[in-house]
């Protein structure tokens, strides 16, 4: 399975930016399309992520903000960043969580990184 995302950049704070996310290769059906993002020096923190039948999670930093969509049939995933801040700042990385061998043993996708700048 590979990852590719698009359309991270530079943005003045309360802008907005769409991340996109497309999957290729031998997909399960049964999957998690979604973002992290990732600060210098900390770990990888969850955004926003939906599973293939529609459930959804956001971090409560991003409620209300941003939101996630995806497209099955295209195997693709957006993240719509809305009302953006500086501490909004990070690298987003694309993820796929294939669920073909059950919740307990998901195999994990990544796309590389796409940086988000938003200046104050």
């Known amino acids: 399975v590979q990852l590719q995302a698009s359309g991270g950049g530079l943005v003045q704070a309360g802008g907005s930016l769409r991340l996109s996310c497309a999957a290729s290769g031998n997909i399960f059906s049964g999957n998690v399309m979604g973002w992290y993002r990732q600060l210098p020096g900390k770990q990888r923190e969850l955004v926003a992520d939906?599973?293939?039948?529609?459930?959804?999670r956001y971090a409560d930093n991003v409620k209300g903000r941003f939101t996630i969509s995806r497209d099955n049939p295209k195997n693709t995933v957006h993240l719509q960043m809305d009302s953006l801040k500086p501490e909004d700042t990070a690298v987003y990385y694309c993820n796929l969580a294939d669920l073909k061998l059950g919740w307990a043993n998901l195999v994990d996708y990544w796309g590389k990184g796409t940086l988000v700048t938003v200046s104050s």
């Open positions: 939906m599973t293939s039948v529609g459930t959804i």
